[in-house]
């Protein structure tokens, strides 16, 4: 007798489970599919992503998250058209510093080299500095390449950068490099 009672129970729990469900409108025999809708569907091919507000930063701290979130402390001369909000540096008031965030990569560095073993550069703050390593090709992001004085087969890159010089280019700093 108490063997029936289980049963029973346990029937009209599964059948009152079955009927919430068909109230509620849970999925059917008839809806085999279930169309599971992510946040990025709503957005529509013709949503983008917003642009970088900066075209290139050499000191960009991000968040460790996925996506990281970065903001570029490069002081500049003049802000990005992309900024919004553009401000003075609190260290050098002439230079101004992008205090916007980016939710993804930060993009390229600035620097007019990849690398450098002779950089001569100012006692300020940031630095100013240049590379005097003679190459065969500068690198892309250079805007003066000119040939090098004492071999007019290589190359020097006439930049000025304001800010750390980047990486050295051999370990020996021996002047062949960039």
């Known amino acids: 007798?108490?063997?029936?009672?289980?049963?029973?129970?346990s029937i009209l729990l599964m059948l009152s489970l079955q009927g919430a469900l068909l109230v509620a409108g849970g999925p059917s025999d008839a809806a085999a599919t279930v169309t599971i809708r992510l946040p990025s569907d709503t957005q529509g091919p013709a949503a983008a992503a917003p642009a970088r507000p900066w075209k290139c930063c050499d000191a960009a701290p991000c968040t460790k998250s996925i996506p990281s979130i970065c903001h570029c402390r490069d002081e500049v001369e003049q802000c990005?058209?992309?900024?919004?909000?553009?401000?003075?540096?609190?260290?050098?008031?002439?230079?101004?510093?992008?205090?916007?965030?980016?939710?993804?990569?930060?993009?390229?560095?600035?620097?007019?080299?990849?690398?450098?073993?002779?950089?001569?550069?100012?006692?300020?703050?940031?630095?100013?500095?240049?590379?005097?390593?003679?190459?065969?090709?500068?690198?892309?992001?250079?805007k003066d390449c000119a040939a090098s004085t004492s071999d007019p087969s290589?190359?020097?890159?006439?930049?000025?950068?304001?800010?750390?010089?980047?990486?050295?280019?051999?370990l020996e700093g021996n002047g062949v490099g960039n």
């Open 1 to 9: 007798m108490e063997m029936k009672r289980y049963l029973s129970a």
């Open 80 to 142: 990005d058209a992309a900024c919004k909000d553009c401000v003075p540096s609190t260290s050098h008031p002439s230079l101004y510093v992008c205090n916007d965030q980016y939710i993804g990569d930060p993009g390229p560095i600035c620097r007019p080299w990849n690398c450098c073993d002779l950089a001569p550069c100012t006692r300020s703050i940031p630095p100013i500095c240049r590379c005097l390593d003679e190459v065969d090709q500068c690198a892309a992001t250079c």
């Open 154 to 170: 290589r190359r020097v890159c006439q930049d000025v950068f304001r800010g750390w010089p980047g990486p050295r280019c051999t």
